[in-house]
């Protein structure tokens, strides 16, 4: 198999939803792109222009679409890969790693970039205030690719490390009573008094963002388009906003 | 006192160095605001133009910074705070709501936002490949804001958990000695085998990558320009880049 150095990938974070989250280094991938690849509501983002051939795939395929960009990359083609938020953080950046190390050998040469973008945490972060200004971690609650059981143990010594939390996918059609366990783990570990915050579509015309303590905080607060932030011991309001001191004891 | 309700102030990311991964939003607000306040080298960023004063701070004093720029907004003007990276993360963002809580009550009716901007984790990840695409957690190792007994709590539960995890300010010359202490709590927790990366002056001319296994990591291989990143049991390297599954069992 011959393998054309010309072409490239570059895996692009489109942001939370808003384009004026976009990098310079974003829309000059775009730009110098034959082919953009991606989640359907992805691609819309990408505005058509002669010589850019746009190609839609469903959700479920990551992989499929990753090992699709590579082969149009080795065919010589500029691809780009459109993900939401950064692509490093739960999005199509691991995916395309996978499918270069199951791909062919000649394909660990090509010329493979990813190019950051703003992650939702930290979008919903910024509107609800500081809540993230200290130590924190960032938790996929989908047990799609790991099991339920690590995901309760993670969020237990998250909580005992005295770490602010986000959750990405908090909560689908497909397992509605999983994002209620986490939040009996949560007010176990870290009392009732704690604040959480449901950000839904980030920056979106749509958004919406709701504070509540534990004690008042209910699973359908959350569904698949809502980031969770939980705060830290120090979390509080100052006015409109939620922020995490940077001092701890 | 009087509070101008016309004025405001924005805390903008201006990303790890590089210019093209500033966000729209983060240039429109420069080009709106008549005060810039900051660290030197980031207010050193900002293009001068007629009617912007640029206030340029020494980097000890971020809550006068911070106060400093609430009292010019509510003096009418439209502040913009520079901030590297993410203001959120381990930045201006939680100082300016710690100096709001301190400050007289009617600023608390200013208009406040929040700007993303691509963090040096994100960044670091980025260019090594995807060592964060599984859950994980940043950790600020400077003990200027809390003890190092916690740090050294949350190292252990973060091990345990199999975070990856990204490390902030991880060595300074006033603290030579507690960067090589996290090493060897790494490899307590971790094993000699994990996977652990160096990032200095990422996306800048001078930026210098390595990764090494947790055996050969040495203190010197990081210092208060480096962002430092630990894989998770799955991070393995393919061909030159760096990434974590995104399954876990």
């Known amino acids: ?11 692009a974070g489109l942001g939370p939803g808003n384009d004026a989250m976009i990098t310079e ?3 000059t991938a775009l730009a110098e792109a034959t082919d953009v690849v991606g989640y359907i509501p992805y691609v819309r983002r990408v505005t058509p222009r002669p010589g850019l051939t ?19 990359a080795s065919d010589g083609k500029r691809v780009v890969v459109v993900s939401s938020g950064d692509p490093g953080v739960f999005a199509m950046a691991s995916a395309l790693f ?9 394909w660990l ?4 970039r990813i190019l950051p973008g703003i992650t939702a945490m930290l979008a919903a972060a910024a509107r609800l205030g500081a809540p993230l200004g200290h130590d924190f971690c960032a938790i996929n609650l989908s047990d799609n690719l790991k099991p339920w059981s690590l995901i309760e143990h993670r969020l237990r010594l998250a909580a005992q490390a005295g770490f602010a939390m986000a959750f990405y996918n908090p909560r689908s059609k497909s397992r509605p009573h999983q ?13 009732s008094d704690r604040l959480i915050s449901f950000a839904r579509d980030v920056t979106k015309p749509s958004e919406h963002l709701t504070t509540v303590t534990l004690a008042e905080a209910t699973p ?3 569904d698949m388009r809502t980031v969770v932030i939980v705060g830290n011991p120090d979390t509080r309001r100052v006015g409109r906003h939620v922020y995490t001191p940077r001092r701890a004891v």
């Open 25 to 27: 280094d974003v829309r």
């Open 109 to 112: 040469e090509l010329d493979i």
């Open 179 to 191: 994002f209620a366990e986490a939040l009996d783990i949560l007010r176990e570990e870290c009392g």
């Open 98 to 106: 996978e499918a270069l190390e199951a791909g062919p050998r000649p």
């Open 54 to 72: 746009l190609h839609e795939t469903d959700n479920r395929v990551e992989l499929d679409r990753a090992t699709h960009a590579l082969r149009l």
């Open 1 to 11: 198999m011959r393998t054309h150095m010309n072409g490239w990938v570059q895996v």
């Open 220 to 222: 359908n607060m959350a």
